[in-house]
């Protein structure tokens, strides 16, 4: 059965979490490396295709753009990090901008860690995490295009991604596997929302 979503609509877009709206619905904020997969995913949580701004191009989401969900909790789509073609100064400035946003944003309620499932996990995705961890902040961890490797590949990356893990972690957090092509992992996404609103 496919969960169903009323009315979406864009707030806006902010250079800083100091400028974002105050606000008071519950809010879930959706980061991860340039090319991850972001805006595709919203836009299949959305089951549009143009809600958030979908690139060819990795780093074009320089921004924290929101969305409000049936009036009842909000999206945050934050700018990716890792992507070289940006300028220093940007590509500096953002790890500050989504870390100024965890700490300070005060109707987080979680945040979605997207990790490219067909790759080994990158040093600025486990430096994030680990941020997290000790920060106390929620995060869930959201492995995308699971679409684009065999079920084998796929299972061993996400096995060796897990393992680096638990050098950290004594209980991973939750994970939830997805493809934004294949409409994979929407319905256990917004499972998740409903019973956190």
Same mark, same amino acid.
């Given at each position: 059965m496919n969960i169903d979503l009323k009315e979406i609509s864009f707030k806006g877009s902010y250079p800083s979490v100091e400028q974002c709206p105050r606000g008071e619905l519950p809010e879930f904020a959706f980061i991860g490396r340039s090319n991850v997969g972001k805006s595709s995913l919203i836009n299949m949580l959305a089951q549009r295709k143009k809600l958030a701004k979908t690139s060819q191009t990795p780093g074009k989401t320089r921004l924290i753009n929101l969305f409000e969900v049936d009036h009842r909790w909000q999206l945050a789509d934050l700018p990716g990090y890792g992507y070289a073609k940006i300028s220093k100064t940007e590509r500096h400035r953002f790890p500050d901008m989504i870390a100024n946003y965890l700490l300070n944003r005060e109707n987080l309620t979680c945040a979605f860690q997207l990790i490219d =499932?067909? @790759? /080994?996990?990158?040093?600025?995705?486990?430096?994030? #995490?680990? *941020?997290?961890?000790?920060?106390?902040? /929620?995060?869930?961890?959201?492995?995308?295009? @699971?679409?684009?490797?065999?079920?084998?590949? %796929? &299972?061993?990356?996400?096995?060796?991604?897990?393992?680096?893990?638990? &050098?950290? *972690?004594?209980?991973? /957090?939750? %994970?939830?596997?997805?493809? =934004?092509?294949?409409? #994979?992992? %929407?319905?256990e996404l917004l499972t998740f929302i409903g019973q956190s609103v």
């Open positions: =499932a067909n @790759i /080994p996990l990158q040093e600025n995705d486990l430096e994030l #995490i680990n *941020w997290m961890g000790h920060h106390l902040i /929620p995060f869930i961890i959201v492995y995308t295009k @699971i679409d684009k490797s065999t079920r084998n590949k %796929r &299972k061993t990356i996400i096995h060796n991604i897990e393992e680096l893990l638990k &050098k950290s *972690w004594e209980n991973l /957090p939750l %994970r939830i596997s997805t493809s =934004a092509e294949k409409n #994979i992992g %929407r319905n």
